[in-house]
């Protein structure tokens, strides 16, 4: 029994000094030879394990990358919600760039900071006061139009009346000046309470739905030509011997976030052509290029025309030549006859085939919708021809102030 | 050990083969848990010394195919530890969980022990990281594998007394 025992233990000491043995000759092996036992294992034995390795991994990488990707998803769904945002105050911060750039001078730009209580959704405090130049009654401004007036004036803020404030009454008149009012907030309820109202004016002035309303400049607070609204169509009132018009507000209670407030010497130099400078100038540009078309085509047929000419004088003159003087060299061709310029000017609208030397019928000077100056010299750019063809200077019609299709006015009545 | 439970064993300890390779990647700890370790205690206490130190160098030489520049120094320490293991099973198996938990624990320091200074990978303070901080945490977490291992199993690595 005891030399069994002793014989295993013997045994089991020969076992293991043999397996260190062979581990440290392992151990002890060369590369070249080390490796393809390695890779004999790798291959045979140990394959399974590794491909299950391999997949652990795999799944451990994947869930780890859906992990980022979920963190990356949720990112880009955060950016993304804030890119609208953003470019929506882009587009705002541009345009307020650009009405500064057409201010030049006189202006200082102010946040408007909402009040959140009732009743304060018809005033805002502005980001400036006294310090920067700001005063009371000063006119605040928008990209749009007219934003309100500065009420009272801190140092370092004031508070500002919105157009839907009772007591902000600013005169009012049509973009072609024939009509004047004077501008009060809707007392409505809902949405429409938002919408403005044009009193006052007298009843043989009727202002057609679409049409734009801008400060008169009558009273000295504002400058004419700021735009106020759009005309939703007209109320029906007690008042037998006036008008009024509800009016949308050029500037949506929301869209005042960032404002301009001018300066009294600003405010009476006037801001004539600044929020309708643009428009004319690419109805202005429209018209050049329409007439620079219409002169090319002329050209055009008028070189055609002309070699045609050349070609039957040719065929006419062929035959006197064989027969006659054939050293009397062929007669020059006649100048082609250009069509003669017609007495009504191509426009490329039929409203405005009417000359363009009659002003509105009352247009007032210090009206904002103002006819730009007919370009001096427009680039005409026709190819040469036997005779120079008569440039038909573009014409510039009256510019219409831009009619927005309002929506039916509904509850407009009082 | 009888036949059917030489062959719930050899399940077991297949099935803690598997665990290695599928469970610990994926979980991808700095301080893994080494269920090789487990299944060579495991055997080391119903199998003798020597046939220990041979189940041992077997996973070692499997282990160090997948590490050829350590090549051999998984089989040497497995065998060392599945040797005194055995040896050692009178000490330490008996039927508290608490000390088979040290027992693993020993097992996986010993066992990382041996390799680090055979596999001659680390040196300086990477080394006396390894063996001080990192290994010890590897046979804490083994050494709790292992106890909730022995849990699981009991039933199946218990001889039945019918």
Known sequence: MARSVRDGSRRDTLLFALCIILAIVARALPERIRDPIAAALRQTLVAPLMNLQGSAERTRSAW????????SRDSIALRAMQVQTLESENDRLRQLLA???????????????????????????????????????SPVVAPEGLVGMVQSVDPGMSVALLWGHPQFRPSAMSAD????????????????????????????SAIDTGSLVVTSGLGGVFPPGIPIGTVLGEIKTTELWARTYLLRPAVPPPDVRSVMVLSQQRATAGVQRVWTIPRADSAARAIVRAGDSLVRRDAAIASAAAAKAAALDAQATAPQQVTGAGATPPAAAPAPVRRTAPTTPRTTDSAAAVPPV?????????????????????????????????????????????VVPPPPPTGASR | MNGLGAVRAVIVFGLLIVLHYTLRPL???????????????????RIRPGSAALFGFALGLATDSLNASGFGASALAMSVVGFAASWMKAIFFAD??????????????GYDIVLTIVEQRLSGGDMVTQLLLWSPLAAVNTALAGIVLLILLRPVLEPSRA
């Open chain 2, 96 to 109: 508290n969980l608490a000390l088979n938990g040290f027992f693993f624990f020993l097992g996986k320091w």
């Open chain 2, 27 to 45: 979980l991808g700890w700095r301080a893994p848990i080494d269920f090789l370790v487990i299944a060579v205690l495991l055997a080391a206490v």
């Open chain 1, 177 to 204: 000046g024939s009509a004047f009012g004077i501008i009060y907030p809707h007392a409505s309820e809902g949405a429409e309470r938002f919408l403005i109202e044009l009193r006052g004016v007298q009843f043989r």
């Open chain 1, 64 to 71: 780890l990358s859906y992990e980022g990707l979920t963190i």
């Open chain 1, 358 to 402: 009659a002003p509105p019928r009352s247009l007032r000077p210090d009206s904002v919708v103002q006819t730009p100056p007919p370009p001096a010299s427009p680039p005409v750019t026709a190819p040469p021809v036997p005779t120079p063809a008569p440039v038909i200077p573009p014409v510039i019609p009256p510019v219409i102030p831009p």
């Open chain 1, 99 to 137: 009405l500064g750039a057409r201010l030049g001078w006189g202006f200082t730009a102010a946040e408007a900071l909402h009040g959140q209580s009732i009743g304060e959704e018809t005033t805002v405090a502005l980001s400036v006061g006294s310090d920067a130049g700001v005063r009371r009654y």
